[in-house]
């Protein structure tokens, strides 16, 4: 899968955030509930220090809520964290971000001073939406292009907050590779940079394993196929997706099954559990070992 984000950019991006992260109290980072570890900014364990953070799990509503607990226990293990989930048109519940934020902040005696806030959020992950139901009117732009950069603003919240909305050009992780295969699966990664025809497969062979159930009973199929290929064409019978010559259109199916998984039809769904990414993040680095050792070796002869 090629995906490119432009080196000058997160070169600037990282700048921005390095120069800005000192000044502020709090920092709310916005994922998507799906998948808390691949939506998370790569930059912010990076350059927190000890700046606390608020994560929150939003699109609570597509997600697993059996596996969204295991990731807010998990994300809580880190010091100077706390997780929540949050949906959509949850004004009071939004708020409750801000009370939390007063919290977690109220030992440094900032209760009369304004309470400096970043807000950060790879693209789609529902960013915009939080910060007009924080101010209670349409402060920035909501949309599903991801990537779309923007100038930072200040925005006044209640109780003296202030919220510095970052631009918009933040990468997402990319690594392990499945990273990107999920962030795809959700659309945080725009289409034209990656081959959505492998996205659908990745997403159909994940379906199969993890929720065999939401499969059979949306594509009235029993017994479920093999894999994530019969999948694919067993759909296409269903729904009588067929090309020329009677062959499946199995684009057509790709972009059916990717935007029934992503609007909920098949019922909630969580891409990542803190158990599968910690696997692949070990396997990742004995890959990488391995190609270090093997490049040392080429060097030496
Ligand atoms: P961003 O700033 O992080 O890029 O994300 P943005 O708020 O633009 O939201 C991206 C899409 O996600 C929008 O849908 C938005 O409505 C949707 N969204 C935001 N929060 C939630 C949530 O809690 N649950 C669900 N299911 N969706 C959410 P869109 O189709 O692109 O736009 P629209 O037609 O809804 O305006």
């Given at each position: 899968m090629a995906i490119n984000w432009f080196p000058g950019h997160m070169h600037k991006a990282r700048k921005e955030i390095k120069k800005v992260m000192p000044q502020m109290d709090l920092i709310i980072e916005v994922?998507?509930?799906?998948?808390?570890?691949?939506?998370?900014?790569?930059?912010?364990?990076?350059?927190?220090?000890?700046?606390?953070?608020?994560?929150?799990?939003?699109?609570?509503?597509?997600?697993?809520?059996g596996v969204t607990r295991l990731w807010l226990d998990h994300l809580e293990q880190e010091n100077g964290v706390r997780a929540i989930t949050l949906t959509h048109n949850q004004r009071a519940e939004a708020l409750d971000?801000?009370?939390?934020?007063?919290?977690?902040?109220?030992?440094?005696?900032l209760e009369r001073s304004a309470l400096r806030v970043m807000i950060l959020g790879i693209p789609n992950v529902g960013k915009s939406t939080l910060i007009n139901t924080l101010a209670g009117?349409?402060?920035?732009?909501t949309g599903n292009e991801p990537a779309v950069t923007r100038?930072?603003?200040?925005?006044?919240?209640?109780d003296n907050i202030l919220l510095y909305d970052t631009p918009g050009f933040l990468w997402p992780k990319l690594s392990?590779?499945?990273?990107?295969?999920r962030l795809a699966v959700t659309g945080a990664i725009r289409s034209a940079v990656l081959e959505f025809d492998d996205?659908?497969?990745?997403?159909?062979?994940?379906?199969?394993v993890t929720y065999p159930d939401a499969v059979r009973t949306r594509y009235n199929l029993d017994p479920l196929p093999a894999d994530g290929v019969a999948l694919m064409d067993a759909i296409a019978a269903r729904r009588n997706f067929y090309g020329r010559g009677g062959i499946p259109d199995l684009h057509k199916v790709a972009e059916v099954l990717l935007n029934e998984l992503r609007s909920g039809k098949l019922g909630?769904?969580?891409?990542?559990?803190?158990?599968?990414?910690?696997q692949?993040?070990?396997?990742?680095?004995?890959?990488?070992?391995?190609?270090?050792?093997q490049k040392a070796a080429r060097r030496r002869t």
């Amino acid at each position: 899968m090629a995906i490119n984000w432009f080196p000058g950019h997160m070169h600037k991006a990282r700048k921005e955030i390095k120069k800005v992260m000192p000044q502020m109290d709090l920092i709310i980072e916005v994922v998507d509930a799906r998948i808390p570890f691949s939506s998370e900014n790569p930059l912010v364990p990076a350059l927190r220090q000890d700046t606390p953070v608020i994560k929150v799990l939003n699109k609570r509503d597509l997600a697993d809520p059996g596996v969204t607990r295991l990731w807010l226990d998990h994300l809580e293990q880190e010091n100077g964290v706390r997780a929540i989930t949050l949906t959509h048109n949850q004004r009071a519940e939004a708020l409750d971000i801000l009370r939390l934020a007063r919290d977690m902040t109220a030992h440094r005696n900032l209760e009369r001073s304004a309470l400096r806030v970043m807000i950060l959020g790879i693209p789609n992950v529902g960013k915009s939406t939080l910060i007009n139901t924080l101010a209670g009117r349409p402060i920035a732009r909501t949309g599903n292009e991801p990537a779309v950069t923007r100038a930072q603003q200040i925005i006044k919240l209640p109780d003296n907050i202030l919220l510095y909305d970052t631009p918009g050009f933040l990468w997402p992780k990319l690594s392990p590779e499945s990273c990107g295969y999920r962030l795809a699966v959700t659309g945080a990664i725009r289409s034209a940079v990656l081959e959505f025809d492998d996205v659908a497969l990745f997403a159909a062979d994940y379906l199969l394993v993890t929720y065999p159930d939401a499969v059979r009973t949306r594509y009235n199929l029993d017994p479920l196929p093999a894999d994530g290929v019969a999948l694919m064409d067993a759909i296409a019978a269903r729904r009588n997706f067929y090309g020329r010559g009677g062959i499946p259109d199995l684009h057509k199916v790709a972009e059916v099954l990717l935007n029934e998984l992503r609007s909920g039809k098949l019922g909630p769904v969580s891409l990542e559990t803190p158990t599968l990414v910690a696997q692949e993040t070990r396997e990742e680095q004995a890959r990488k070992t391995e190609r270090d050792i093997q490049k040392a070796a080429r060097r030496r002869t």
